[in-house]
């Protein structure tokens, strides 16, 4: 989810200097990513904690591989 909050960030700038005029609403649109990566974060510290109520073991919630 950081790599893609990172990649939306940079094309909402390249955008913005690109198209002056879409200034305000790409600023709106960095709000929502950066809300949205937070929602991110606060999802995995709950399944840390999850973690650590069901096995008792303190770690780094992991997400499974996807398949490709």
């Known amino acids: 989810v950081d790599a893609l ?3 939306v960030c940079r094309q909402i ?3 913005m200097g690109q198209q002056p005029k ?3 609403a790409a600023t709106h ?3 929502v990513a950066h809300d949205l990566e937070r929602i991110a ?3 995995t510290n709950i ?4 973690i650590f109520v069901v096995t ?3 770690g780094r919630y ?3 591989q996807e398949s490709k």
């Not at 399944?47 to 999850?50: P, Y």
Request: glycine fraction near 8%; hydrophobic fraction near 40%.
């Open 47 to 50: 399944a840390e904690r999850v």
């Open 29 to 31: 649109f960095l709000w």
């Open 22 to 24: 879409t200034i305000e």
């Open 62 to 64: 992991q997400p499974p």
């Open 41 to 43: 974060d606060r999802a």
């Open 5 to 7: 909050y990172d990649g």
């Open 56 to 58: 008792g073991r303190i």
């Open 13 to 15: 700038f390249l955008d």
